[in-house]
């Protein structure tokens, strides 16, 4: 039986008696599910879809550039806040804690690179931007551990947390915790769209705006590319536009990603999820739309507190059914992206696809620890040898989604400025100094275990176990 508004009264009871959960709390998860039952939801009426002119997806290159001059870069920089978003944890590639202590490259963690590049700008321009981190109830405890040795850096670092919301369970529609489910599996953090209430109500927010702050950058800890920009905070600060979002031109490999549309004369993000089925294909098509958010968002602070006092940011419910401990529980989750629609002056920007790095899983570990790209204070550039615009696209088998177990079959990571396809399969261990180039497949069968010789150089050719330059009797100590 589905659930509808007369389910509401008993849930709000239950609720009443979480005591883990602030007042603020309460009545945020009550409003996301009293929304949720009402079935309000916008529908998408697909022939007023509009393709977004430049004046409201901005192409980066039209921006004009910030001067040389450190005053006024100084002055632009003493009203931003970075917020990074610290909520997700590293399990999907086999780690344990944050996922932004995750080794990057050189011994540094994302964690370590946000700081030191954070740093560099203040020691430069003098300056104090602050780092604000939003944790989930899942990183709070070891980020606050982890932040400690940040302590003699040049930047003042502060952490809130994320509202902690609890697992509704699917068929009586009842609070999971209620029903006597008290670990940390019986609630959930309801997506970033949380971050404006979050900020706000962590007194954070009022902080800034009293020491002059006026937008805050907000990104995923996970994009190695959403370094500071100072050409586009300069941009909205002149223009006066209340909510920036960064996208960037779609690839085969983000098809489903959200992108922006101009509709009934507003900016908004279509997410896939709100496509009609007849109409996904187009929504994938690279044709009709060409862009997709990065989720760098660039936000004016008064206008958060404005719009979260007022309880105006009913951005679309995202559900989120799952299955734990053999329970069908239901989570309402919200995204910061589809916030657009609700600000005055919203633009997008069309930024180059260097600002949009993100470290989802060890087959991009692979190209950002690789000659691909270099480190320089704390950022990760390309390579300028690297000719083609695109990296490659790289695939590894299941025996090198842990971190850990990718390391371990890699003496040193290859070089891949010249590659446009690597697949691996089965059990592969690559040797020291390797270059790969073209499209590169290596497979073992089943069973057998494939070295590649280190200083090997593979150019557009299938490896398999029987090749014989590449046989190898050593066997490799685990």
């Keep these: 039986m589905a659930a509808t508004t007369e389910n509401l009264p008993q849930l709000k009871s239950a609720v009443d008696g979480l005591t883990e959960m602030s007042e603020s709390e309460k009545s945020g998860f009550i409003s996301l599910v009293s929304r949720y039952l009402s079935g309000e939801a916008q529908h998408i009426e697909w022939s007023k879809i509009q393709t977004p002119t430049d004046e409201i997806v901005v192409p980066y290159e039209k921006m004009t550039p910030v001067s040389q001059d450190v005053a006024e870069t100084k002055n632009l920089l003493d009203k931003l806040v970075v917020l990074k ?53 899942n990183t709070h405890d070891d980020t606050h551990k982890i932040v400690e040795k940040y302590t003699n850096s040049n930047v003042d670092i502060h952490t809130f947390n994320q509202s902690k919301y609890p697992r ?48 805050v950058f907000v990104a995923n800890s996970d994009n190695l590319g959403a370094i500071v920009d100072l050409t586009i905070l300069k941009h909205l600060i002149q223009n006066k536009n209340e909510y920036c979002m960064e996208v960037t031109p779609k690839t085969l490999a983000d098809v489903k990603g959200g992108t922006l549309i101009s509709y009934e004369g507003k900016v908004q993000l279509l997410e896939i999820a709100q496509v009609p089925d007849e109409h996904v294909n187009e929504f994938k098509s690279i044709e009709k739309f060409k862009i997709f958010n990065t989720n760098n968002l660039w936000v004016n602070l008064k206008a958060i507190k404005k719009l979260v006092e007022a309880d105006a940011l009913k951005m679309e419910i995202i559900p989120n059914p799952k299955e734990v401990d053999g329970v069908k529980v239901l989570q309402l989750e919200t995204a910061a992206g589809a916030a657009i629609r609700f600000f005055d002056n919203a633009i997008g920007v069309n930024v180059p696809r260097s600002r949009f790095l993100p470290v989802k899983a060890s087959s ?115």
């Design 364 to 478: 991009d570990l692979l190209l950002v620890q690789s000659d691909l790209y270099t480190l320089v204070d704390g950022f990760v550039t390309r390579n300028k040898a690297r000719t083609n615009p695109s990296n490659p696209s790289i695939e590894l088998g299941p025996e090198f989604k842990k971190v850990a177990t990718f390391l371990s079959r890699f003496k040193s990571i290859p070089s891949i400025v010249e590659l446009d396809s690597l697949k691996v399969s089965g059990d592969v261990w690559f040797g020291s100094s390797i270059v790969l180039k073209g499209k590169v497949t290596v497979a073992a069968k089943s069973g057998v275990k494939l070295e590649i010789p280190d200083r090997a150089v593979v150019e557009n050719k299938a490896v398999m176990i029987l090749v014989q330059d590449f046989q190898s009797n050593h066997q490799n100590e685990n």
């Design 168 to 215: 509704v369970v699917a068929d009586e529609f009842v609070p999971w915790p209620s029903k006597g489910k008290t670990d940390k599996e019986g609630w959930y953090p309801p997506g970033h769209g949380d971050v404006f209430p979050a900020l706000m109500n962590s007194g954070k927010l009022d902080t800034f705006l009293s020491q002059g702050k006026e937008y």
């Design 85 to 137: 978003l610290n909520g997700g944890l590293g399990t999907t590639m086999g780690c344990t804690g944050p996922k932004s202590v995750i080794e990057v490259r050189d011994g540094l963690t994302f964690l370590d690179l946000i700081v030191i590049q954070i740093e560099n700008l203040n020691n430069k321009y003098g300056c104090k931007v602050p780092l604000v981190l939003m944790n989930s109830f």
